[in-house]
T-cell receptor
Framework: AQTVTQSQPEMSVQEAETVTLSCTYDTSESDYYLFWYKQPPSRQMILVIR??????QNATENRFSVNFQKAAKSFSLKISDSQLGDAAMYFCAYRSAYNYGQNFVFGPGTRLSVLP | EPEVTQTPSHQVTQMGQEVILRCVPI?????FYWYRQILGQKVEFLVS????????KSEIFDDQFSVERPDGSNFTLKIRSTKLEDSAMYFCASARGYTFGSGTRLTVV
């Protein structure tokens, strides 16, 4: 079974600075997807960024980028120019690419605080 | 980005009552999913549904739970005889499941 680990329960960053959230995972599959979700106090789950394992190029979405290291099974999220609105819980998630019936496996989350 | 819509946003129910949580997935999607998140904990998979049948379910999804697609658009999760520990956020997702609905906060009192 796949597992996802986020070793940082809490992180903080100064506004306008850069922060990196860590995620590692374990799988025996070769094709899969990795995700970062943001959960603000409203508890809505907002997709931040997605990475397909077969793509070597790291995904980027505006101020959000990932460092995907397939061999190391590592998938970190970098937030540049941090804003107060970035404060939230961030969840890393894994999903097999082999069929749509399979579910997400989520990490325990990292609570990010942004200091003014 | 098309939305997955969930209703109600917040449901308060008495212990022992039945609740139905509703989801309107993105149109033309065929796979549907329900997830649960107890406050302060991680998101847990409940069930996936395809072609009017359960495709996969977790050990959490016992006889207390059921899912159905009563018409062409809604996708429902029914929880019978609710317990205090059923209090959680419940999320629906559809198709590839990248996009989650805004969630229903269920409070059992």
């Amino acid at each position: 079974a796949q597992t996802v680990t986020q070793s940082q329960p809490e992180m903080s960053v100064q506004e306008a600075e850069t922060v990196t959230l860590s995620c590692t995972y374990d799988t025996s599959e070769s094709d899969y997807y990795l995700f970062w979700y943001k959960q603000p106090p409203s508890r809505q789950m907002i997709l931040v960024i997605r990475q397909e394992a077969y793509k070597q190029q790291n995904a980027t979405e505006n101020r959000f980028s990932v460092n995907f290291q397939k061999a190391a099974k590592s998938f970190s999220l970098k937030i540049s120019d941090s804003q107060l609105g970035d404060a939230a819980m961030y969840f890393c998630a894994y999903r097999s690419a082999y069929n749509y019936g399979q579910n997400f496996v989520f990490g325990p989350g990292t609570r990010l605080s942004v200091l003014p | 980005e098309p939305e997955v819509t969930q209703t109600p946003s917040h449901q308060v129910t008495q212990m022992g009552q039945e609740v139905i949580l509703r989801c309107v997935p993105i149109s033309n999607h065929l796979y549907f999913y329900w997830y649960r998140q107890i406050l302060g904990q991680k998101v847990e998979f409940l069930v996936s549904f395809y072609n009017n049948e359960i495709s996969e379910k977790s050990e959490i999804f016992d006889d207390q739970f059921s899912v159905e697609r009563p018409d062409g658009s809604n996708f429902t999760l029914k929880i019978r005889s609710t317990k205090l520990e059923d209090s959680a956020m419940y999320f629906c997702a559809s198709a590839r499941g990248y996009t989650f609905g805004s969630g229903t906060r269920l409070t059992v009192v």
